[in-house]
């Protein structure tokens, strides 16, 4: 039977509206966010011992190096500027944690004045980037977080203050990851320094050590547990990495400054165990003769004949030769080693040839843009601000690092989760 048009279409009609009132909404997808932390002073080896139960737990979720190579010199600024950025220390200019530099003036890791100053700040780091490509970002204490690189800053961030413990960090960071979607970083970074200092002050095997190991992945489980109970896990990409390991260093392995050239031969800008000398005008020669090539426990360079395999030389701040300690030994003020005790001098140290598998440090993350229980092989530490750009959706900015180290690993990106 053909009904009147007028009847068909008021049916048509009405089985419309009774679609639209039956159908549930279509409801947007989390924002994808990306979540760094460091833990500084870390060796790769420390990973599936005993004491890290929450990283290895993530490894198995996601993925981990064998080990990630930090960059010349193995230093907590350089490598964690380096992680930033991609650059290496002699491209992003934080070439040492003490420089100088004749037209900015002194560096040293404890002056927040200088930590604050743009002027050390060479390259753009990831927050940045994320910034120009309007997301927001949160930043707890990374280096350079605090300084207005290239007139930016990130959304928030937090000033450095070691009286803050790793639990209390990783609850503030959680609640950034976990706040409503209007006000929820996209990239957020935690820094973590207590594996490093413990580390220094008693060997990186000591049992003081280990308890601070267990104590930082411990906080780290207390993140991915908020995340969990806030059904964000799934569009949270985690990366743990480290900037160095640690090597164990003796009481008899310190040697005086003053003894590798004098105060009136040459200025040390640095010490420990890359040690930068600029010789005084008029004891250029005599300076050469006493510190160029081969000693008992150091090695001397010019800045221009390096080993190229350190990328490191070409920053005008680098000092014009470069001492470096072998493994285990340290240089320090003869007035420094008069004054500490035996027993308060640092028994670990890094600093050492980054091709050290004492230097080696880790990379473990998980989340819905990384593949289950994959190993992948040594890389670069500059290759981690490309994977952050990549995981993130945005386009880095010149770097040195590649991500094809990272390609077996990588689940095939949906642009609804970016």
């Known amino acids: 039977m053909r009904l009147p048009l007028v009847r068909v279409t008021v049916l048509v009609a009405l089985f419309w509206v009774a679609g ?101 700040w060479q390259g753009e780091p990831i927050w940045n980037t994320a910034e120009k490509a309007g997301l927001r970002t949160a930043i707890w204490a990374w280096p350079g977080n605090a300084a207005p690189i290239n007139g930016l800053r990130p959304t928030r961030s937090v000033p450095y203050s070691p009286e803050i413990s790793s639990a209390d960090r990783a609850d503030q960071v959680a609640g950034w990851l976990t706040e409503p979607v209007s006000t929820r970083p996209r990239f957020a970074a935690l820094y973590i320094e207590r594996v490093d200092n413990v580390g220094h002050d008693k060997g990186p095997e000591a049992p003081e050590t280990l308890a601070a190991i267990r104590e930082v992945d411990a906080a780290i489980g207390r993140i991915v547990r908020t995340l969990d109970a806030q059904n964000l896990r799934a569009s949270t990409d985690i990366v743990v990495v480290s900037d160095h390991g640690m090597a164990p260093v003796t009481p008899d392995r310190y040697i005086a400054i003053e003894d590798m050239a004098t105060i009136e031969q040459a200025e040390a800008v640095s010490t420990g165990q890359v040690i930068g000398f600029n010789p005084r005008a008029g004891h250029e020669a005599a300076t050469a003769k006493r510190l160029l090539g081969r000693h008992d426990h150091y090695e001397c360079w010019r800045k221009q004949d390096l080993p190229a395999r350190w990328h490191y030389g070409a920053h005008p701040r680098v000092p014009a030769i470069i001492c470096q300690f072998d493994e285990g030994w340290n240089g320090l003020p ?12 640092n028994h670990g140290s890094h600093g050492y040839d980054n091709a050290l598998p004492s230097m080696r440090a880790v990379f473990v993350a998980a989340g819905p843009s990384f593949r289950h229980g994959a190993t992948l092989p040594a890389f670069d530490n500059v290759d981690v601000y490309p994977l952050l750009a990549e995981l993130l959706g945005i386009t880095p900015a010149h770097n040195d690092g590649s991500t094809d180290v990272f390609a077996p690993a990588l689940t095939p990106r949906t642009d609804a989760a970016h």
């Not at 037209?103 to 100053?117: N, S």
């Open 20 to 120: 639209c009132a039956t159908s549930p909404a279509p409801t947007s997808p989390e924002p994808h966010s990306v979540l760094l932390v460091s833990i500084d002073g870390l060796p790769a080896s420390a990973l599936a011992r005993g004491n890290t139960p929450n990283l290895d737990r993530l490894a198995t979720e996601g993925v981990r190096a064998e080990w990630m190579n930090p960059s010349y010199p193995v230093l907590t600024f350089p490598n964690h500027f380096t992680l930033v950025t991609g650059l290496r220390p002699d491209r992003h200019g934080i070439i040492h944690n003490s420089m100088r530099d004749d037209a900015v003036g002194g560096f040293r890791v404890a002056d927040k004045a200088a930590g604050a100053d743009a002027r050390w």
């Open 334 to 345: 003869a007035e420094q080693l008069a004054r500490v005790p035996t027993d308060r001098l």
